[in-house]
């Protein structure tokens, strides 16, 4: 660190606004703007223009055209995403993150609330306490922002009443304390006017406190994670030669030393701090929030990922209770594998059926089977390797993830762990001593997948029937899971939504992997919608065990087939969710067989199947 | 003990650097010259040492920089050993693409977008770190700090990836790519302390000297080599001038200026009354010009 000026000590302080469409927010983000040096002539020239073009306000400056900043928000006249802007006092830096009132709220909330160490509620003073000021609320409880302001705007169409915003203050610090935020500031406030924005005012002389800015300039920064043992987050090997070996990454908790010892996770190898390293020279130790590189006194495995942690370790785990926020307009399958980050470690990610959803608007538990876009729910999550983490109340950097889609990559949830869930570190694999290969010895051939996927009414069954024949014929031990026939028995409980659909294959990629130990030839016959599943089946056994099959029939042939007369009732209205028609089908992109249908008949397809299996070495070669 | 706020900004922009270099498989960092690429290599320098920053330097070119830009990028390149690319799309170099005879909007999308587009596609930079940040210009302000661009390298603003604590989805497909501002949060004035405080050596243009220049449009243009035209009884006249913003000399407007040291920059900067953009042609095309060009695939 190098000498620094007062300006310098001030520190920066992140907040989120929030509040329903009209209340007053841009005025007040423009007002601090203005107030401050950061809004300049020229861009109070192109204001100018642009609030005469698009502004709502007639001839006055629209502040709201400040941070919306996007051509289509300015056509529309609404905000879509979340700004982040800038201003300065002499005491202190600011970046706000202006969040939306509008559609796809809560994802905008939780972004701009999850990098904000405080939060200022607008509500307007003639409405009071709308279901907007609770749900911000719930979610700013929910993210773990301890600081909150509430600003009764538009006091000055109430006459300044001291009443009016005694009774909001007192009904809302009410709510606030069940939320567990244990301190609300409650500043009167008329935006318009500038009233208790920057300096109080003597409008409401009845007010003790401080106005907003001075409220921004006093809240405390990062007082949590800065005691505690120190926790050092690893991305990046750093190896410029075999002279040096280091560690480069960030200090998330408390202050590492040199001579500390550490605790290396996952794996629990012990070393010592030997330097701190950084291009200005080495250091004795790194405070909260530094980008150092760490060298350890011994050999030992450090990857990225891996947490240092000083004193007691922190929890390794590969499932964790965490609540789950859903971004994606495709809502959380149950089951379906996805992706998790998680500090520095991308891992396999599951969800299990939530255990109870949180209605934003009012803080209840309602029973949920998945989530859709925009909800909280509360869930076991299991992770396809043990990951070093921490509760997000304890450490926002280490008890938060987000969730990718394996196939678009699009970000599709964020979560924050609750904890560990002691069972993932005591349920284990048995080791058995009749295994796969004993099975493949005692058969004399391989046990593979042949997973046949398709529409209703393409053929599947009917090929995979004599698939089996044939290879019965010859000797080899198979089993055939049919859709229809799984759904009568272990798959009885289980509908036809999006969510069930994942749950009936993810129960039969298990199965046919078990089938798979018994040394099985398994032949799967579902329509198994989703590439995701499909994929999640292949990647339960070894690469030359899956053969996937695409029973390629237009619609119009399967409809004409219609071989169990439910193309009919989805005609006469008495079937929904079916695939093709109401639901999705997503066909394969690069199948092991592909069966045209329209061309060859259910023998040639067969055999087509059998010629694939010699190929991978299922069958031999006669 | 706490980071101060320029330790706490350079903490986040090595972070970022790490995350995005863990997570990729050929970055590279867009190196235009002016005093944010300094700042932004410097930060690279600092997040990898003791190793050398593990990407090469990409300039693109429009053949239209300051001559001493061109100067300082060749040897800044020497002086710190790295690897630079120079791209100048050939169409432009063919066909002699310049503002006048074209104008600013063609000319930067000519040389500019389409030059990047080519360089990425050329090289299969799959991450490309940017000096970009959001107090610069609205549309920005709402521009992620890893920003997805499909294989056709458009940004589309209404189709953002969430972006949540310091969690950076990196996974993209063959031919798409990110781009990546580890400068997001921080301001002008930021850059110019940490110019300061770090001593990071730049492009003598941002100091105050006798410049030749002529005034167009509100706008005083220096007259940088003999390939400007001048207007009938346009003469250049010396003025002692200095640049916020480098970008093609015909399009970068100079401002009045005594501030000769980095502290006098400083000072001049906290009495300004306008921003460091006011001064380039390119961003007044248009209302939304900025928008428009990065969702075509401009930087």
């Known amino acids: 660190m190098r000498s620094r000026n007062r300006e310098d000590e001030t520190g920066l302080l992140r907040f989120l606004t929030c509040g329903s469409v009209d209340d007053g927010k841009s005025t007040l983000i423009g007002r601090l703007l203005y107030e401050s040096k950061l809004l300049y002539a020229d861009q109070l020239t192109a204001l100018r223009a642009d609030s005469s073009r698009y502004g709502t306000r007639g001839a006055e400056l629209d502040f709201a055209l ?33 969040t939306p009132g509008h559609e796809q709220y809560t994802r905008n909330m939780v972004t701009g609330a999850s990098t904000a160490d ?93 106005a907003l800015l001075e409220w921004l300039e006093s809240v405390p920064i990062h007082e949590a ?10 991305q990046w090997v750093n190896r410029p030669d075999d002279t040096f070996r280091g560690f480069s990454g960030r200090v998330l908790r408390g202050t590492l030393r040199v001579g500390d010892e550490v605790h290396v996770l996952p794996g629990g190898r012990k070393s010592k701090v030997e330097r701190i390293t950084t291009m200005d020279g080495d250091l004795p130790c790194a405070v909260l929030g530094s980008s150092v590189t760490v060298v350890l006194a011994d050999e030992v495995d450090v990857s990225r990922g891996s947490v240092l942690a000083a004193e007691e370790p922190l929890d390794v785990a590969d499932a964790f209770q965490a609540h789950v926020v859903w971004l994606d307009e495709h809502e959380l399958l149950p089951g379906r594998r996805y992706l998790a980050k998680l500090g520095a470690s991308t891992v396999g990610f599951s969800v299990d059926r939530p255990k109870h959803r949180i209605d934003v608007d009012t803080g209840a538990r309602l029973p949920a089977k998945t989530l859709a876009a925009g909800e909280i729910g509360v869930a076991n999550v299991h992770l396809d390797r043990p990951v070093a983490a921490e509760p997000y109340h304890t450490s926002r950097d280490l008890g938060s993830f987000i969730v990718l889609d394996r196939l678009s990559n699009r970000t599709v949830g964020a979560g924050m762990i609750d904890f560990a869930l002691r069972r993932s570190a005591n349920v284990r694999w048995q080791a058995v001593t009749v295994d796969k290969q004993a099975r493949v010895a005692r058969n004399g051939h391989r046990p593979c997948v042949v997973w046949f996927t398709g529409l209703s ?5 009917t090929i995979a029937d004599l698939v089996e024949k044939a290879l019965h014929a010859r000797g080899v031990h198979t089993f055939l899971l049919d859709g229809d026939n799984i759904r009568q028995g272990l798959n009885a409980d289980l509908g036809f939504t999006d969510a069930d659909r994942v749950e009936n294959i993810r129960r039969i990629a298990e199965v046919s992997a078990l089938l798979v130990d018994a040394g099985l030839v398994v032949l799967v016959s579902f329509i198994s919608p989703f590439r995701a599943e499909r994929e999640l089946a292949r990647g339960l056994v070894e690469r030359d065990e899956f053969c996937e099959v695409y029973v390629d029939t237009p619609l119009e042939e399967a409809r004409r087939r219609d071989p169990k007369g439910l193309y009919a009732k989805v005609r006469r209205g008495e079937l929904a969710n079916f695939t093709g028609i109401d639901s999705p089908y997503e066909p394969p992109f690069e199948p092991e067989v592909w069966l045209d249908t329209t061309t060859s008949s259910p023998d040639s397809a067969a055999e087509q199947v059998l010629a694939k ?6 069958l031999d070669e006669h | 003990m706490t980071l101060g706020q320029l330790d706490r900004l350079e903490a ?10 863990a997570e990729s498989e050929r970055p590279v960092l867009l190196y235009s010259i002016g005093k944010d690429s300094s700042v932004l290599l410097h930060l690279a320098r600092k997040a990898f040492y003791p190793s050398p920053p593990p990407f090469p330097l990409l300039h693109v070119d429009t053949t239209w920089k300051f001559r001493e830009m061109i100067a300082f990028r060749d040897e800044t390149a020497r002086r710190l050993g790295l690897e630079l690319i120079v791209h100048r799309n050939p169409d432009c170099v063919a066909q002699g693409i310049n503002p006048f005879d074209h104008g600013s909007a063609r000319h930067t999308d000519l040389w500019k977008t389409q030059g990047l587009r080519q360089a990425m596609d050329k090289y299969r930079f799959d991450v490309a770190f940017g000096g970009a940040r959001r107090d610069e210009e609205a549309s920005r302000a709402k521009e992620r700090v890893f920003s997805f661009r499909t294989a056709q390298h458009r940004w589309d603003p209404k189709n953002q990836r969430p972006e949540l604590w310091r969690l950076y989805n990196t996974r993209i497909a063959p031919g798409e ?23 990071i050596p730049i492009v003598s243009l941002y100091f105050a000297a006798k410049r030749p220049v002529v005034e167009r449009d509100g706008v005083l243009i220096m007259v940088d080599d003999d390939r400007m035209p001048l207007a009938d009884g346009e003469v250049p006249m010396w003025r002692s001038v200095r640049f916020r913003t480098l970008g093609c000399y015909p399009l970068t407007g100079a401002v009045e200026s005594r501030a000769r040291t980095v502290e006098e920059i400083i000072a001049e900067m906290r009495d300004t009354t306008t921003s460091e953009r006011q001064g380039r042609v390119i961003d007044r095309d248009q209302s939304g010009s900025m928008e428009r060009k990065k969702q075509e695939g401009y930087f």
């Open chain 1, 457 to 461: 009414g393409a053929g599947k069954s």
């Open chain 1, 225 to 234: 994670e800065q005691v505690g043992p120190a926790r050092f987050l690893v």
């Open chain 2, 177 to 199: 790519s990110i781009r990546v501002f580890p400068l997001s949060n921080w301001t002008e004035l930021d850059v110019w302390r940490y110019i300061e405080r770090e001593r």
């Open chain 2, 12 to 21: 986040d922009s090595i972070d970022i650097f790490r995350e995005a270099v």
């Open chain 1, 66 to 98: 400040l941070v919306d900043g996007l051509a289509a928000e300015r056509e529309q006249g609404i905000t879509i995403d979340v700004a982040y802007r800038f201003f300065a006092t002499g005491d202190r830096r600011f970046i706000v993150a202006d």
């Open chain 1, 118 to 210: 405080a939060a200022v509620i607008l509500l307007d003073a003639r409405k009071g306490i709308l279901t907007q000021t609770r749900r911000h609320t719930i979610l700013v409880a929910l993210l773990g922002i301890r600081h909150v302001a509430l600003a009764v705007n538009k006091l000055d169409l109430m006459d300044y009443s001291r009443s009016v915003f005694d009774d909001i203050s007192e009904r809302y610090r009410a709510f606030a304390a069940e939320l567990g935020i244990a301190e609300v500031t409650c500043i009167p406030m008329a935006a318009v006017e500038g009233t208790n924005v920057v300096t109080t005012s003597d409008r409401t002389p009845w007010y003790e406190g401080s």
């Open chain 1, 613 to 618: 299996l010699r190929e991978m070495g299922i």
